[in-house]
């Protein structure tokens, strides 16, 4: 399941390429969703080091005064 979980990242990270967002220059529902998914990870011991770019983008989407409010309000932050 691993190798078919990192076919399926290396193809996001290719996509996302040098974009802000996965859709491009504007943030979307798609990108809170992903955002969602790859935090999974970490409960996982799944390292997303070779994928660069899903790793800004974490950083990017974990930024947003957004996300960190939902973040805090689900107990998930402090």
């Known amino acids: 399941m691993r190798k078919v979980l990192s076919a399926?990242?290396?193809?996001?990270?290719?996509?996302?390429?040098?974009?802000?967002?996965?859709?491009?220059?504007?943030?979307?529902?798609?990108?809170?969703?992903?955002?969602?998914?790859?935090?999974?990870?970490?409960?996982?011991?799944?390292?997303?080091?070779?994928w660069p770019q899903l790793q800004r983008h974490m950083e990017r989407v974990g930024a947003r005064p957004q996300v960190i409010e939902a973040l805090k309000a689900e107990g998930l932050v402090k």
Do not use: C
Not at 16 to 45: C, K
């Open 8 to 50: 399926r990242l290396e193809y996001l990270n290719r996509a996302i390429g040098n974009r802000p967002y996965l859709m491009g220059e504007q943030f979307t529902v798609a990108d809170a969703y992903l955002f969602t998914v790859l935090g999974w990870s970490r409960h996982l011991n799944f390292d997303l080091g070779k």
